[in-house]
């Protein structure tokens, strides 16, 4: 089934029951982020549970097809349903989804993550066209459902924005969900929460003062740092970020989205796109001052390194996330095994 847009956020909320396996695709890997997440929680409160989740990647599945249905029909060791998330689908996995559809095994709950896909994708065409499962598409905010979003958050803190503020927000947030809540978080923390009862209002002075014209740039710094395997560039960009307030899971979340991009750019280029083709897949756009590093990475990891680097940061999300966790050191060491990884490939 084909989920409308004006639909996706109820669906989100509360998948409907029919649905075994779910896609979720679109050029804003931010929101493709947040809404797997969310109907994760419809079905496992703690997401950093290892005996309900199980994470796939696509060379997962293309290299061992069964996979898919063994996860789907394995049951907890202390009860439960289950949840199957797999990342960086694209149209090389229809033919293995196919036959899952045609004979789902077990009650998993199978989350699919993709990029863009076109009207003539073969994986979306399955998606919607199957009566046990749904795609949802994901893309950039317009300006009506960012407002929505913007104020929405700061209202749950007891935050209204005044109009200048907005105005300045809505200028400078909206390319990719992601980046748009971490800043939000940003300003939150900067303004500090309303009193109860009562709406505090947030100057077009609070709004500068926490959420940057270049929203995301100091986590890209750190990320092409790292993917590049330039230790020093990872030092001081780390000491940027942290100076800046932002903490480890937005870091990982980032750094996690860019390299599902890279991957879906590296197959890309295996059907015989060009660098500069496989660059134009990515969304949110990649900025002009990034296009070299970025270029840079695409040609010095393949599916394989980044299938490894990704199942490690996974690994660091689930650890910062467990209690008592150093988060800050932990994401620091991924980092800094990423971009050995990185260096390691140059020799």
């Given at each position: 089934m084909k989920i409308a847009p004006r639909e996706a956020d109820r669906f989100v909320a509360k998948p409907d029951p029919k649905a075994v396996a779910i896609l979720v695709y679109g050029p804003d890997a931010g929101l493709v982020t947040s809404r797997i997440k969310t109907m994760m929680k419809t079905v496992v409160e703690d997401l950093a549970d290892p005996f309900r989740i199980a994470e796939l990647s696509d060379s997962d599945l293309r290299s061992d097809p069964a996979r898919l249905a063994d996860e789907a029909a394995a049951i907890s060791m202390l009860g439960g349903r289950r949840i199957v998330r797999v990342r960086g689908a694209a149209d090389g996995l229809t033919k293995i989804f196919d036959g899952f559809l045609g004979g789902p095994a077990g009650d998993a709950l199978v989350l699919v993550e993709a990029g863009e896909l076109g009207p003539r994708s073969s994986l979306r065409l399955l998606f919607e066209g199957a009566e046990n499962a749904a795609a949802i598409a994901c893309y950039a905010d317009d300006r009506g459902a960012l407002e929505g979003v913007i104020r929405t958050r700061l209202a749950a803190e007891g935050l209204a924005p005044e109009p200048a503020a907005l105005q300045y927000l809505l200028d400078n947030l909206g390319s990719d969900r992601g980046v748009t809540q971490n800043?939000?978080?940003?300003?939150?923390?900067?303004?500090?929460?309303?009193?109860?009862?009562?709406?505090?209002?947030?100057?077009?002075?609070?709004?500068?003062?926490?959420?940057?014209?270049?929203?995301?740039?100091?986590?890209?710094?750190?990320?092409?740092?790292?993917?590049?395997?330039?230790?020093?560039?990872?030092?001081?960009?780390?000491?940027?970020?942290?100076?800046?307030?932002?903490?480890?899971?937005?870091?990982?979340?980032?750094?996690?989205?860019?390299?599902?991009?890279?991957?879906?750019?590296?197959?890309?280029?295996?059907?015989?796109?060009?660098?500069?083709?496989?660059?134009?897949?990515?969304?949110?756009?990649?900025?002009?001052?990034?296009?070299?590093?970025?270029?840079?990475?695409?040609?010095?990891?393949?599916?394989?390194?980044?299938?490894?680097?990704?199942?490690?940061?996974?690994?660091?999300?689930?650890?910062?996330?467990?209690?008592?966790?150093?988060?800050?050191?932990?994401?620091?060491?991924?980092?800094?095994?990423?971009?050995?990884?990185?260096?390691?490939?140059?020799?």
């Open positions: 800043e939000l978080e940003k300003l939150i923390l900067y303004a500090g929460p309303g009193k109860p009862g009562e709406k505090r209002e947030v100057t077009l002075d609070d709004a500068r003062a926490s959420v940057g014209d270049n929203a995301g740039s100091s986590l890209d710094e750190v990320i092409d740092a790292a993917m590049e395997g330039n230790m020093d560039s990872l030092d001081t960009a780390l000491s940027r970020a942290r100076a800046a307030d932002t903490n480890a899971i937005a870091i990982l979340n980032a750094l996690s989205r860019h390299l599902t991009q890279l991957h879906l750019a590296a197959a890309r280029i295996e059907t015989g796109s060009d660098i500069d083709g496989a660059m134009r897949g990515f969304r949110p756009p990649v900025h002009f001052s990034r296009k070299n590093s970025v270029q840079r990475q695409i040609r010095g990891w393949n599916r394989k390194k980044l299938d490894r680097a990704l199942a490690l940061v996974l690994e660091a999300e689930i650890q910062c996330k467990s209690a008592g966790q150093p988060d800050t050191a932990i994401c620091g060491q991924t980092l800094l095994r990423i971009a050995q990884g990185a260096r390691a490939g140059k020799r």
